[in-house]
Structures are given as structure tokens and as C-alpha cells.
Nanobody, 126 residues
Framework: VQLQASGGGSVQAGGSLLLSCTAS????????LGWSRRAPGKERDFVAA????????YYGDSVKGRFTISRDNVKNTVYLQMNSLKPEDTAVYYC????????????????????WGQGTQVTVSS
């Protein structure tokens, strides 16, 4: 499975960005998907995860109420809508995939999901 993330960029505080991650998997709808991020010099920070149907979603404490994860199983794509962005959201954002949701929705400082993409840079200026 290959995960291709896109949509990163530079935005001012309070702005919004929409990240997308497209997966090259025939059984895409069987996978849980999610996002994590890593700022320079810091460990992995869990952002959001969604199960195969979209019926279960988890968020990291620092993004609750501001970020929304969703998926389109027809387009093999998972999205992360980021609103009210803050400078501390600046990081490289990685898309992750695994059959088990808990492998993504983990606070582990290193990725434990079976698949992850190359990352997309998000920079929020004050």
C-alpha cells in the first residue's frame, strides 16, 4: 500500500488547510487511516484516525474541535480539514494506514502503523 499526502502549505494563524491522502490499495475500505505529525526535534504527535467505515474517529487532544478527519472509499482518499490553525500546528504531516485503528490512534512517539506516506509540510505563521 502506498500513501500519497498532499495539500500542505503556508498559512497565517487562524487560517485553514485541507490535507488529502490517496492510497493505492484495492481493498482500501478495509483499512483504518489517519494522520500524525512531527515537528523539528520532536517525536510523532497523533492527530486523527478514522476506521474503515468512517463511523469511528479519534483526535489528539491538541486538535479536538479544530480538525476533522473524513474518508471517501470510492476515491481511496482520506482528508484532514484543519481550521483555526495555530503556529504550534507547524509540522510535517504524515498519512498512516493499518488494518487496526489502534495502530494509528496511538500516542507512541514513533509510528507503529504498517503503512505511512512521505509527509506534507504545514507551516503556520503568527
Amino acid at each position: 500500500v502506498q500513501l500519497q499526502a498532499s495539500g500542505g502549505g503556508s498559512v497565517q494563524a487562524g487560517g485553514s488547510l485541507l490535507l488529502s491522502c490517496t492510497a493505492s490499495a484495492r481493498n482500501f475500505s478495509n483499512y483504518a487511516l489517519g494522520w500524525s505529525r512531527r515537528a523539528p526535534g520532536k517525536e510523532r504527535d497523533f492527530v486523527a484516525a478514522i476506521n474503515w467505515s468512517g463511523g469511528t474517529r479519534y483526535y489528539g487532544d491538541s486538535v479536538k474541535g479544530r480538525f476533522t478527519i473524513s474518508r471517501d472509499n470510492v476515491k481511496n482518499t482520506v482528508y484532514l480539514q484543519m481550521n483555526s490553525l495555530k503556529p504550534e500546528d507547524t509540522a510535517v504531516y504524515y498519512c498512516e494506514g493499518d488494518f487496526r485503528l489502534e495502530k494509528i490512534a496511538t500516542t507512541s512517539g514513533n509510528p507503529v502503523a504498517e503503512y505511512w506516506g512521505q509527509g506534507t509540510q504545514v507551516t503556520v505563521s503568527s
